[in-house]
């Protein structure tokens, strides 16, 4: 039998352990979902509508992205499945209507700071990019990229679109032996982002493998949600070697995510805890 975990699920493995227990062995169902959560998915929506569409040039106005955001927000079932609840929204939005309008608003000020400074790519080779790498246990792990694109010198760069509240400023890594929490989020000024995260070490890999270039540039392209939107574009480090420590970290989270035991999921309490579905259950638990 060929198992299948997706890079998600290695990432929560990451995040926080409880919340994947919840989520995808015992399978309560989520309490509620953030507003977040139909943001990041219309925002996402949106750059693959501009990169699936890419002709080297910006629109004239954000409208159609807008657009895109629009539809997105409007078929999302998320509003007719779970409460949603609005953390990053101004107080002022006192019901659930001011709460939805306030989000719409807040979207499309992402969408229009990513217009005014997106990435441009010399090419795009792909987006929302479907990938499987088999790991020599025999397990596939499954992911999507959000964008494959070429720079000016033909390198291959893969990027991950972010969009994401000022406060999450904590990365959680693996540093081989246990989680870290690194509190050195980087600044804008470097450009450069210090740990490679799981998710970007596996996308890394699949560059390498897939297009026989070791020196695959890995990017976050973030849409921060400050009072002021911003639009970012931030390279990982790679340390030298790092393919090997990533099949390395595939196996070690695979091991945890298919022994796991309640005891062995531990409570990583973070920036995450704001915007679990399951902090009821995980507050009762304890
Ligand atoms: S509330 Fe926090 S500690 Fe508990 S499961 Fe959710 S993210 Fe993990």
Redesign the pocket.
């Known amino acids: 039998m060929t198992l299948h975990i997706s890079v998600s699920q290695i990432n929560a493995e990451v ?5 994947r ?2 989520d995808k062995v015992e399978k309560i169902p989520r309490e509620s979902k953030p507003s977040a959560y139909p943001q990041g998915s219309a925002g996402h929506k949106a750059l693959e509508y501009f990169y699936a569409n890419y002709d080297g040039t910006i629109p004239d106005d954000p409208y159609e992205l807008a657009a895109v955001v629009q539809q997105a927000l409007e078929t999302d079932d998320t509003f007719t499945s779970i409460p949603v609840i609005y953390p990053y929204i101004k107080k002022s939005a006192t019901n659930k209507r001011e709460g939805y309008k306030e989000m719409e608003m807040q979207t499309y000020m992402l969408i229009k700071a990513f217009w005014q400074n997106p990435y441009m790519p010399a090419e795009v080779i792909d987006t929302e990019h479907k990938f499987t790498i088999q790991t020599p246990g025999g397990v596939d792990v499954i992911g999507y990229i959000d964008l494959i694109a070429r720079d000016e010198d033909g390198t291959i760069c893969i990027v991950d679109h972010k969009f994401i509240a000022k406060s999450s400023g904590t990365l959680k890594t693996f540093d081989g032996e246990g989680l870290t929490d690194d509190d050195d989020w980087p600044t804008v000024d470097t450009g450069m982002i210090e740990q490679l995260t799981p998710q970007m070490m596996i996308y890394g890999l699949y560059g390498t493998l897939t297009y026989g270039d070791p020196n695959v540039r890995l990017f976050h392209q973030e849409i921060v949600k400050n009072k002021k939107p911003v639009c970012r574009l931030l390279e990982f480090h790679r340390p030298p070697n790092y393919q090997q420590e990533v099949m390395e970290l595939i196996d070690a989270m695979i091991d945890r995510i298919m022994n796991a035991t309640k005891k062995s999921s531990p ?4 920036w ?2 704001g915007g ?4 009821t ?3 009762n638990d304890f």
Do not use: K, L, V
């Not at 409570?267 to 973070?270: F, H, L």
């Not at 679990?276 to 902090?279: N, V």
């Open positions: 995040g926080c352990p409880r919340e227990w919840y409570r990583i309490r973070s995450r805890c679990c579905g399951w902090s259950t995980c507050a």
